[in-house]
Antibody
Framework: QVQLVQSGAEVKKPEASVKVSCKASGYIFISQGITWVRQAPGKGLEWMGWISPYNGKRNYVEKFKGRINMTSDTPTSTVYMDLWRLRSDDTAVYYC?????????????WGKGTTVTVSS | SYELTQPPSVSVSPGQTARITCSGDALPKQYASWYQQRPGQAPLLVIFKDSERPSGIPERFSGSSSGTTVTLTISGVQAEDEADYYCQSADSSGTLDVVFGGGTKLTVL
């Protein structure tokens, strides 16, 4: 079955960086984009950006530009999201989801989420 | 920046019909999707392209669109439907940035 398996929880200090992985299986990896969404404690969903594993095209939310990078590795069917210069308000659950990008805005399969805690 | 507006909460009794609205200027031009999120779980797609239902989603979930408003309707609400519901669409300015509504807490009385 189609699934996205994310890496484990992380605890980071302010100004550090974090790299979250998302391994896809059960479908042709390069056929669909991967979107990253985060959710701060008690808050709603926040779209962070999208990457196409097919051609590497990316689109990031303006507020993260300059401190975010998304990459994909086709041989391992894995997408990575790097976020640096972490702040306390980056504490959230980070989800990867299949979909997003031109022509397929909906997100039909989600990972279980990765909790990132930023604390001194 | 583009925004989608949802009511913070909706309450219904079991067996009744719940309607959750989502308003946004670009909705006449961009499809909307709906996600259900139960506490401690990842979101689950329940409606896409305004009114299409993924396989495995009960028929009591339906979606509709009219002008700048899309609506998620849950007919014959069950206790298990109590959750947060988020609408999602895209900016029509050309950036295709994705945006989520603020979420609606559905309470089954």
């Amino acid at each position: 079955q189609v699934q996205l398996v994310q890496s484990g929880a992380e605890v980071k200090k302010p100004e550090a960086s974090v790299k979250v992985s998302c391994k896809a299986s059960g479908y042709i990896f390069i056929s669909q984009g991967i979107t990253w969404v985060r959710q701060a404690p008690g808050k709603g969903l926040e779209w962070m950006g999208w990457i196409s594993p097919y051609n590497g095209k990316r689109n990031y939310v303006e507020k993260f530009k300059g401190r975010i990078n998304m990459t994909s590795d086709t041989p391992t069917s894995t997408v990575y999201m790097d976020l640096w210069r972490l702040r306390s308000d980056d504490t959230a659950v980070y989800y990867c989801a299949r979909g997003g990008g031109p022509g397929r805005q909906y997100l039909d399969v989600w990972g279980k989420g990765t909790t990132v805690t930023v604390s001194s | 920046s583009y925004e989608l507006t949802q009511p913070p909460s909706v309450s219904v009794s079991p067996g009744q019909t719940a309607r959750i609205t989502c308003s946004g200027d670009a909705l006449p031009k961009q499809y909307a999707s709906w996600y259900q999120q139960r506490p401690g779980q990842a979101p689950l797609l329940v409606i896409f392209k305004d009114s299409e239902r993924p396989s495995g989603i009960p028929e009591r979930f339906s979606g509709s669109s009219s002008g700048t408003t899309v609506t998620l309707t849950i007919s014959g609400v069950q206790a298990e439907d109590e959750a947060d519901y988020y609408c999602q669409s895209a900016d029509s300015s050309g950036t295709l940035d994705v945006v989520f509504g603020g979420g609606t807490k559905l309470t089954v009385l």
